[in-house]
T-cell receptor
């Protein structure tokens, strides 16, 4: 049972435009959400997170939006840059501080120069 | 600063052979340690986590085991590998409210 779903395995976006990566979850107990970025042959690196008490968190070019009623979150990257090409994983936990994260399957983002 | 080392980067093993993957963390003490696996077309699945020396929790029944002989050392093992054990194995650490920090992973192919 996939509790965190990323339904788009891949996404291509023109450089300078906005990239929107989507994630859906089914477990109502999740209250903290994270995005990780992964380059080939490297481990995932933490990108940005959001608590369920918020609906938006922004860090530079990256913004995460959370819609609790729809159990949906999205990552916006604007403007997109070639270095953003990577696999992005959505993750969720119901107990922040005890990092037993449930991950999605990832979305491969390709930025076209 | 903290660093996490994981080796080897790639490994090809025959079915029925043993496995030992090692992970060490530097620059922190008493970290929580984790082993994740990414199988083809699937998300990162938590296999084991540890909150201290000798304390291992298994998340899914499987052909693997984990041990933590020292505070900053985490080992993933198997006595006899199965084809289904192929995947990308990631070690990670966290401490307090910090996000997970991952190693660079081991690509295991069981033939």
């Amino acid at each position: 049972d996939q509790q965190v779903k990323q339904n788009s395995p891949s996404l291509s976006v023109q450089e300078g435009r906005i990239s929107i990566l989507n994630c859906d979850y089914t477990n109502s107990m999740f209250d903290y959400f994270l995005w990780y970025k992964k380059y080939p042959a490297e481990g995932p690196t933490f990108l940005i997170s959001i608590s369920s008490i918020k609906d938006k968190n922004e860090d530079g070019r990256f913004t995460v939006f959370l819609n609790k009623s729809a159990k949906h979150l999205s990552l916006h990257i604007v403007p997109s840059q070639p270095g953003d090409s990577a696999v992005y994983f959505c993750a969720a936990t119901g107990n922040f501080g005890n990092e037993k994260l449930t991950f999605g399957t990832g979305t491969r983002l390709t930025i076209i120069p | 600063s903290q660093t996490i080392h994981q080796w080897p980067a790639t490994l090809v093993q025959p079915v029925g052979s043993p496995l030992s993957l090692e992970c060490t963390v530097e620059g922190t003490s008493n970290p929580n340690l984790y082993w994740y696996r990414q199988a083809a077309g699937r998300g990162l699945q938590l296999l084991f986590y540890s909150v201290g020396i000798g304390q291992i929790s298994s998340e899914v029944p499987q052909n693997l085991s984990a041990s933590r002989p020292q505070d900053r050392q985490f080992i993933l093992s198997s006595k006899k590998l199965l084809l289904s054990d192929s995947g990308f194995y990631l070690c990670a650490w966290s401490r307090g409210n910090s996000p997970l920090h991952f190693g660079n992973g081991t690509r295991l192919t069981v033939t």
